[in-house]
């Protein structure tokens, strides 16, 4: 910070702009709570900072701290261990050319993790939302951008009502795809926001909140829609035919930045768009920098969020072991060039308020919703053959392992038979506490 000089547009470009050669990878990112067995509470900050140094100890990982706290650990081979908001373990992969590799990467680091906690009494639960606590049951993460981070969304009124829940109880599995162009960029954004909730029908799976059966089958999208909804969503300006890197740059700037960085530590930023704070300044001498805009990249959800890559957020996470059937399926539709255009075209006719209102529908029957004027499972059944074609067609040009293609069998048995996640989740719910650690943790 300090600089008085303001960006330009090509600044907050440059953010968008794929590096020359750059390959189309796949990272993931899996969130797992860490909840304590004798008692199903979340795990305290104490609790899961010995988990984080038995990770460290015992795998050569590397602290990751912000400020005084350890809020993570950086592992060999390059993923990392994250403390979240609310007290869930974050594990970030590297970036893989295939799949398989991504997932094998994501498998080892997440047992490992798993063997670690079982020796303090912790489980690492999957799934999309911690089922037994409530937001009163919360383990906050004491770094100070939490602090911020909830007086802004506590000032938002009923628009910030889910904001707890979405700091400390949900997990998702994401996936993070790349992009080679500007125009590939916008091909590919614009079918992950119309595809966002089709694919998320197949993996509804947060029935259980707060100790009940809520009776939606996700749970966690309906919380999304009280986290401030100017910054989450649908990304509805990416589905304009002539939309491009400038209009996504309009889209965050109009937005204010929730905390910013003033040395060393996280603060709250002045409660303006960000293109004002480019023309007038943070209010204490000082202008934003490309630093600052990144950071506020950070602080958007959509359902599509769109940095350096393309990360897919909607979706609940599946149980264990499933978790790389998302990357399996968002690689196979985006990375073939066939499967993508038939994708598109498939879904081509959908507008940024079929997708809006899909995502409620979604939330309560899954894949008996309606996305637009088409049901759910059969717009699902299609992009599962699409990403199968997609994926065969990537191992015949020695561009992913044969076991990727393996990877969407959960969700074609979840799609043919419309038993969901979600079901199985109840199902384990209703025999106890055990049954479900035993059916929803990462095994020890």
Request: hydrophobic share 45%.
């Amino acid at each position: 910070m300090g600089e008085t000089t303001t960006l330009r547009r090509p600044d907050l470009r440059r953010v968008f702009s794929a590096p020359p050669g750059r390959l189309e990878k796949v990272g993931l990112e899996v969130e797992v709570g860490l909840v304590c067995r004798n008692n199903l509470r979340n795990a305290t900050y104490q609790q899961a900072l010995a988990l984080l140094d038995g990770v460290v100890r015992g795998h050569g990982a590397s602290p990751v701290l912000d400020g005084a706290f350890t809020i993570g650990a950086a592992m060999p081979g390059g993923g990392t261990f994250t403390l979240e908001t609310g007290g869930a373990l974050e594990y970030s992969s590297a970036t893989f050319a295939t799949v398989a590799d991504a997932v094998a990467d994501v498998r080892d680091n997440l047992l490992a993790a798993a063997g670690i906690g079982a020796a303090h009494g912790i489980a690492l639960t999957t799934g999309g939302i911690v089922p037994f606590a409530a937001a009163d049951g919360i383990a906050w993460n004491p770094k100070p951008r939490v602090r911020v981070m909830r007086e802004y969304f506590r000032d938002l009124g009923p628009d910030g009502g889910h904001a707890d829940e979405v700091m400390g109880l949900i997990l998702s599995a994401q996936t993070s795809l790349d992009y080679v162009s500007p125009a590939d960029l916008m091909e590919k954004l614009r079918l992950l926001v119309r595809a966002a909730p089709v694919v998320a029908a197949l993996f509804v799976n947060s029935p259980v909140a707060a100790g009940a059966d809520t009776g939606a089958l996700s749970r966690r999208m309906q919380y999304w829609r009280r986290f401030d909804p100017r910054r989450c969503g649908v990304l509805g300006v990416a589905l304009d035919p002539g939309a491009g890197v400038d209009d996504l740059v309009d889209w965050a700037a109009r937005l204010p930045m929730i905390y910013r960085c003033v040395n060393g530590s996280h603060v709250a930023a002045p409660r303006i768009p960000f293109r004002r704070a480019i023309e007038d300044g943070f209010g204490d001498g000082t202008y934003p920098t490309e630093a600052d805009w990144e950071l506020h990249l950070s602080q958007v959800w959509p359902h599509v969020r769109v940095r350096h890559t393309l990360e897919t957020r909607l979706s609940d996470a599946p149980p264990w072991p499933w978790f790389g059937a998302g990357a399996a399926l968002w690689s196979g539709l985006a990375y073939d060039p066939a499967a993508r255009a038939a994708a598109g075209a498939l879904l081509g006719d959908l507008t940024a308020a079929d997708l809006d209102r899909a995502a409620d529908d979604v939330a309560v029957k899954g894949l008996s919703a309606s996305v637009g004027p088409h049901p759910a499972q059969e717009l699902a059944r299609e992009l599962l053959r699409l990403a199968r074609q997609g994926l065969s067609a990537r191992v015949a040009a020695g561009l992913e392992r044969p076991e990727a293609i393996a990877l969407l069998e959960p969700l074609e048995d979840v799609c043919d038979t419309m038993h969901t996640f979600a079901d199985r989740t109840l199902r384990a719910w209703s025999l106890g506490p055990s049954e479900f650690l035993r059916c929803f943790s990462v095994p020890a």
